[in-house]
């Protein structure tokens, strides 16, 4: 099942062997309590160990441990391989200005499979994977909802509803995690054009990136973005 442009994307229930082509993004929709965890040492890299240890809150732990655990599982399924044998590195996308930073886009390291871009995101109890077919970018973010929030104080959303605010909010993660910058650079978000797409900018690039709302459980927002505006974006259930 393909989706181009609607209000919201729901998910559908998932393929028993998903297959990605350029220009088509899956979104994997997670309920993080529905992850097992045990065995997690034996699939997470010693990065993503050394990450978790220093996480000292028992929630957060499980959080990150279980995202992912999700992450490598969905892309394990893409690849071909076993959860625990993607490695991960990061790809600045303005390496002239800061060097060898060690930040940008998580990317996958090259191996004997084929160049998927991804994105991950955790937010309480639920997450989202991002898969892109070929080497295309991806952002994903969802967000928990709180009772009250004042989103006026905050430049890159401005005066809104509680609920517009946190959708412009993962709209804005979602294009500076696709960027590779996160919020180092402003993003600005337009309102929702025919089709619920939205176009956004960051400061400086004159390039267009386009965002598209995906159903969440209760209590949460989410949303994708790409640099691609006729992106076939598939969402799933996960598992």
Not at 98 to 115: A, I, K, S, Y
Not at 190 to 196: L, T, V, Y
Request: proline content about 9%; charged content about 20%; overall charge positive.
């Amino acid at each position: 099942m393909r989706t181009l442009l609607s209000p919201s994307l729901s998910p559908i229930s998932s393929p028993s062997t998903p297959v990605l082509v350029p220009g088509e993004i899956h979104v994997w929709s997670v309920s993080l309590d529905r992850v097992p965890s045990e065995g997690a040492d034996a699939v997470l890299d010693p990065g993503e160990r050394a990450r978790l240890a220093r996480i000292r809150h028992p929630v957060a732990r499980w959080r990150y441990r279980c995202a992912h655990l999700a992450l490598r599982t969905v892309l394990g399924r893409y690849l071909g391989v076993a959860p625990g044998l993607p490695r991960f590195t990061r790809r600045c996308p303005e390496p002239d200005l800061c060097g060898d930073c060690g930040r940008g886009r998580p990317v996958l390291v090259d191996g004997p499979w084929p160049d998927l871009g991804f994105s991950l995101s955790h937010s309480g109890a639920a997450a989202l994977v991002g898969v892109a077919g070929g080497p295309g970018a991806v952002g994903v973010d969802v967000e928990r909802l709180r009772a009250s929030f004042d989103w006026s104080r905050v430049p890159a959303v401005g005066a809104q509803d509680r609920i517009a605010g946190f959708r412009t909010w993962t709209a804005v993660e979602a294009v500076g995690k696709a960027a590779g910058t996160g919020l180092r650079t402003p993003v600005f978000v337009g309102a929702p054009e025919s089709g619920g797409l939205r176009r956004a900018h960051r400061s400086g690039d004159s390039a267009d990136w386009f965002v598209r709302d995906v159903d969440c459980p209760d209590g949460y927002v989410g949303c994708v973005a790409t640099a691609t505006p006729e992106a076939a974006v598939t969402v799933f259930s996960w598992p």
